[in-house]
Structures are given as structure tokens and as C-alpha cells.
């Protein structure tokens, strides 16, 4: 019997990926349409970690080609600019290669793969997972569905179905509100920074990203209900213009296509299994983007889980699927405090006190004057190795 996978955003469409490449079927099916999952805007920084993996699965042409290999950022706060060197300090490096076109190119060799793999798919329900024989009940092309499998992967991200089908009292929940939001843009702007900068602003937080040499990703704090309707354009690059400022450094900027309020949050589900239904990615947990973490996060879970199926299918062995959640949940506990913290250093908290700020900003200065400090950063946002506990294939 195959997989059942739910959702096909980056989670449920590697696992996908990595199953039919040990020989599992799987099927996949979606909610939204094709269009939709590879223009939707989201994530953009993967660990090395997750550019290997990805490579290892045979979907990394496009990315070795176009991806932009950054080896630090720059944190910028009291008026000056600090570089964390990664290659330096970890021998490692990031890339910055937009979520959706990971999407792209893991939809590309779905289909190449023969699929299945279902777009725009309606009423969406998962059963019999508690016991030995799991099913999705679905209507598709306006005809009912029913596909009995013997796992179910729940990649629907945080707003899914899964998580919520499995009886009240089974799993526990802890979550963290931040009191913020990220207002974040495109524009048609050449990125004034070949690196990405963080910055500690006394009006808030700001960042500089990019999606190609000429697309520039810019984000700034903001209340979590901000309302789109105050943000005119000029208003948006004089706020981003006057947390930037430092020196003679200016934004460049140009028009603006996509603007969007991302709320900040922590989620974490445990244990991230029930019976035959597997959580993975944003399904189980969230994180506030700061560390950009949450697409990582979604590919460490779908390898521990491809490898424990694998493992299963090979042997009969059930062990590393019994182990699946603790596995996972190491690395999730270990990137949400990591989240957590560059989102505390960096933000300013509406009710902190200016020993807060003064904190915050000796914090900063350890980070980047101490090699011990700076390693610390580094070796968590260029990502945890593939070696913690029974991570190891
Ligand atoms: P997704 O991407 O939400 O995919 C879930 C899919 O399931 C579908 N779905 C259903 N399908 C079938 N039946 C149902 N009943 C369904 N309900 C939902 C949905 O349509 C969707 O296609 O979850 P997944 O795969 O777990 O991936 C998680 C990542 O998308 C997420 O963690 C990241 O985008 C978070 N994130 C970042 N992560 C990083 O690693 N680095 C970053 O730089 C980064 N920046 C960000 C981010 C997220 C952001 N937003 C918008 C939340 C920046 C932002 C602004
Ligand atoms: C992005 O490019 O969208 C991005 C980069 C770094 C983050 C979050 C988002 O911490």
C-alpha cells in the first residue's frame, strides 16, 4: 500500500522525493493549485545541511546555478556593522534560493517521477490512523476519493487538517505569541548588501535579504495586526531607509510587488506521532523567522522519517519509527531556542525597559567581539550537523 501524504509544500513533496527514491510509493495531494504552491512567497536561506540534502536527492541543478552562496551576514546595531564570518568560524556556508522555487524544482521531479501527486483537492480527511488501516478521504475533479495507506505523512503546515484529527488529549502543544509582526517586501531593488544584515534598531528590527542580484527581500518589525492600508510604499523605504542608516549606506530602492504582516510565533507539537500518522514541518511545529529556520526544520524531519520508512520496508525493523518524534524533537527544541534567541536580541520588546535595550545591546557586542559567542551563532544558523542522536543514517 502506499504513503498517504498530505500537503505539498516543501515537507510533503521531499519526503515524496526521498521515498520513491528508496523504492516507496507514495501519494501526495494538495489543496491549492500548481500555480499557487510555486508562486507563494515564503521562505528564502537553506542550511548547508539542506542544500546537500537536496542535492543527495538529485533536485539541486537549478539551485547550484542560481543560488546565491553566502559565506556570513552582518549584524548592524549602535550605528556600526559587525560580519559573523561562517565560513571562518564553521567551514560552512548558506544559499539563498526562494522557498518557491525549492517548490518548483521538487514539483518538476514529482512529476517527472510519474506522480501521484494531486492539486486542488477538497474536504480533506484522514482516518483509521489510530488503528492498522489509514485512510484519506478527499473529493478530486468533484469526485469522491478514498486511498487507504499504510502510513500518513501530515505535511499540511500549521493550519492543516492533521494535527487537529487526532483526539483531543493525545498530543501536547507549547506555544510562544511574540507582541510583533514582519512587514516584509519584494522589490525590483539591486540588494544593497551582498550579505544578509540583521539590524537592532531603537524603532525595531529590520532585515535585508535578497532573491537574486536584482530582487531585494526587506523586512521590518511591526505590530502583529498592522494593517497593510498604513504602509504606502514611501512610507515603507523611509522606515526601512532610517533603521538601515549607518554611515553613508542607502537602501536602493524600487517598485514594490508583494508586500505582507507574517505574525511571530513559536509552536511545538509532542510527540509529533500518532498510531500510523507521522507530523513533519510546520505541521508539528512553528518557528519566528528570525533564525530562518522553519523550511530547514521541515526537510530534517521528512530525512529522519524517509530513513525510518526505509528502515521499516528493508529490515521490518519498527524501531526507528517508534523513535521517529524523539528524534525530530532534539533538533526542534535545539532551533526554537535558537529562534527564540536571535528574535529576543534583536526585536524591541514594546514593554522592555531601557535596561532591556541596554542588555540586548550588550549581548550583541559579546556575539560579535567573542569567538566562542560568534561559533555559537554560526554553527546554529548554518545548521545543526546531521549527526545528532539518531539522526545518523
Ligand atoms: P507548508 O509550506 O505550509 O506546506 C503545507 C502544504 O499543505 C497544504 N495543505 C493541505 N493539503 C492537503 N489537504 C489539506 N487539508 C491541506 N491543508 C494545507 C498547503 O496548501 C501547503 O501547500 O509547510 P511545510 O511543508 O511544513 O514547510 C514549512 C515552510 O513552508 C515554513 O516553515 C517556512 O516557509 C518558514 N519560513 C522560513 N523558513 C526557513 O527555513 N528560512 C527562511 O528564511 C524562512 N523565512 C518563513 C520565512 C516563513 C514566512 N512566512 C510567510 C510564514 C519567512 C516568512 C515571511
Ligand atoms: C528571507 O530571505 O525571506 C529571510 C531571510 C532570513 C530570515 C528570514 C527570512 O531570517
Known sequence: MPKGIVGAGPAGLLLARLLYLEGIDSVVIETQSRAHIEQRVRAGVLEQGTVNLLNDAGVG??????????EGIELRFNGAGHRIDFRELTGRAITVYAQHEVIKDLVHARLADGGPLLFEVEDVAIEGFEGDAPRIRFRHGGEACEIACDYIAGCDGFHGICRPSVPVGALRFYDKTFPFGWLGILAEAKPASDELIYVNHDRGFALLSMRSPGISRLYLQCRPDESLAEWPNDRIWAELQRRFEMGGFRLNEGPIFQKGVTPMRAFVTEPMQYGGLF??????????????????LAAADVRVLAHALSCRYRTGSHERLRRYSEICLRRVWRVQHFSWWMTSILHRFEYGSEFDHRRQLAELDQVTSSRAAAEMLAENYTGLPFDLPGEEP
Open 279 to 296: 507530523l513533519a514541518g510546520d505541521a508539528a511545529h512553528i518557528v519566528p523567522p528570525t533564525g530562518a529556520k522553519g523550511l530547514n
Open 61 to 70: 541543478e537549478r539551485m547550484r546555478r542560481q543560488g546565491l552562496v553566502h
